[in-house]
């Protein structure tokens, strides 16, 4: 759980808003595994079959009529869960949705521990509601840990003036740690152990699909770069924010960009895969070289 990287901005002199824990933006795409992970707890299968033909929606809250479209309006009439989720369609993931329900989704992403406002009107199913990229991320490590979430470590260890420890969250496996303080965590955490938010099969089968967006889906960048990664994608409305979110047997990343007023499309044709990918990829590639990185799911 520690927190190695954390880059809230690119100037702090004109601006010290951190968007990685004070910005709510809208993640597009990265939301979708939320639910297609309570599908799979419900005992829908990766061959369960979804509509791929546009249809109108109605909101049934504000009443207005709006119509889903997939990426460059392609239509494939029917896909399975798997193909919907690696090419990130949205046609079948809006049926997927209201399958689960609205309602069930939000109950869901509050265990898996998104705090912010979430309207579960159909819109939702692309990502509509805001949320912040501390939490998706948090969010993410259930699928990566089999159930459990894990929870971001800013800060190792607090002691006063004389060296008395006064706070203390560091992990058993801490390399920084000296013996003596490795073995009084050890005693503090035995028997210990974080519960899981979701069942460790369901976590499994997400993982497991995570994995086959990277090898097999809109992540080009990823698979040149021969990391062992899973992830997801997210392009929101109008291209004002893209995403990325990942992990590794040893790393969880997120990369996004985005207009902070909403004012600048980031292209009207660009999407994750183009921008926040490639960041990712070369992040990563930095990150994990030579290091012994287990496939995924690894349990």
Not at 96 to 105: A, D, H, P, Q, W
Request: proline residues 7%.
């Amino acid at each position: 759980g520690y927190v190695v990287a954390m880059v809230g901005g690119h100037d702090f002199d004109r601006s010290e808003f951190n968007r990685v824990v004070q910005a709510c933006r809208q993640p597009g795409s990265t939301y979708k595994p939320v639910y297609y992970s309570l599908a799979l707890d419900k005992g829908y299968g990766y061959a369960s079959l979804l509509n791929d033909t546009p249809r109108a929606e109605v909101d049934p809250i504000t009443g207005e009529v709006w119509i889903p479209q997939n990426l460059n309006n392609t239509v494939e009439y029917q896909v399975n869960l798997e193909y919907a989720l690696v090419w990130s369609k949205n046609v079948p993931s809006v049926q997927l949705f209201k399958l689960v329900g609205g309602k069930e989704v939000e109950a869901w992403a509050r265990r898996l521990g998104m705090t912010t406002p979430i309207i579960p009107d159909q819109a939702l199913a692309l990502g509509a509601s805001c949320t912040r990229i501390d939490e998706l991320t948090r969010a993410f490590s259930a699928f990566a840990r089999n159930g459990s979430l894990s929870q971001p470590v800013y800060v190792r260890r607090v002691r006063d003036r004389s060296g008395r420890l006064l706070e203390d969250n560091t992990a058993v496996s801490d390399p920084m740690g000296a013996p003596a303080e490795r073995l009084d965590r050890m005693v503090a955490v035995a028997g210990k152990r974080s519960p899981d938010v979701i069942p460790p099969r369901t976590a499994w089968l997400t993982s497991q699909l995570l994995r086959r967006v990277v090898t097999k889906g809109h992540a080009p960048a990823l698979r040149s770069s021969g990391v062992p990664v899973a992830g997801k994608t997210g392009t929101s409305s109008a291209t004002m924010d893209v995403w990325f979110v990942g992990y590794t047997s040893r790393w969880m990343v997120t990369t996004w960009i985005g207009d902070d007023r909403r004012e600048r499309p980031l292209g009207y044709k660009d999407a994750a895969f183009m921008l926040t990918v490639p960041m990712a990829a070369r992040y990563l590639r930095e990150v994990t070289a030579g290091q012994p990185l287990l496939d995924i799911p690894w349990e």
